[in-house]
T-cell receptor
């Protein structure tokens, strides 16, 4: 079985500060992929960043980076220089061997609020 | 630049009524998915279609049926709606995933369904 755990129901950060959103995963397979999505209050799901289990470097996309610690099975999202528009729900998801790597398993999400 | 289009955006049903949620994608993706999102539960996979002509159950398939009408369209049917099916429903699509695929799933804007 594969499982994603996001232990922070909510996080608060001040504008321009960095914030880390936690994600741990559970899988017995060596091959998998990890994704982060953002869901603003308007409801759409926006893809942010991807990390493959064999990638040697941590993924980065603009202000987003993924702190990937394979031995600890964690894939934390780091947002640098937070902006008011970063206020949203954030979901970690994993593509693993279940269903032949066809599907994603999502965590329950972390609500991030950025204050001025 | 439509991406994934879901109809309707909102719907209210009475218990026992049936309805079909429509989803269409214009990205020539092979794989399509239906999720439901409930408060505090993240996104849970209902059904998916890895390629045209195939459909498979996800985590929460009971009470639903799907049809992959063609490569573009994937519909979700509630035969006899129940209050427990009140939720936000998302359709998504992706390139054919694989063990090393970094291709994300692209989501529609969701259908907010209330069953009284």
């Amino acid at each position: 079985a594969q499982k994603i755990t996001q232990t922070q129901p909510g996080m608060f950060v001040q504008e321009k500060e960095a914030v880390t959103l936690d994600c741990t995963y559970d899988t017995s397979d060596q091959s998998y992929g990890l994704f982060w999505y953002k869901q603003p209050s308007s409801g759409e799901m926006i893809f942010l960043i991807y990390q493959g289990s064999y990638d040697e470097q941590n993924a980065t996309e603009g202000r987003y980076s993924l702190n990937f610690q394979k031995a600890r099975k964690s894939a934390n999202l780091v947002i640098s220089a937070s902006q008011l528009g970063d206020s949203a729900m954030y979901f970690c998801a994993m593509r693993g061997p279940i269903s032949g790597y066809s599907t994603l398993t999502f965590g329950k999400g972390t609500m991030l609020l950025v204050s001025p | 630049n439509a991406g994934v289009t879901q109809t309707p955006k909102f719907q209210v049903l009475k218990t026992g009524q049936s309805m079909t949620l429509q989803c269409a994608q214009d990205m020539n993706h092979n794989s399509m998915y239906w999720y439901r999102q409930d408060p505090g539960m993240g996104l849970r996979l209902i059904y998916y279609s890895a390629s045209e002509g195939t459909t498979d159950k996800g985590e929460v398939p009971n009470g639903y049926n799907v049809s992959r009408l063609n490569k573009r369209e994937f519909s979700l049917r509630l035969e006899s709606a129940a209050p427990s099916q009140t939720s936000v429903y998302f359709c998504a699509s992706s390139e054919s995933p694989g063990v090393t695929s970094n291709q994300p799933q692209h989501f529609g804007d969701g259908t907010r369904l209330s069953i009284l």
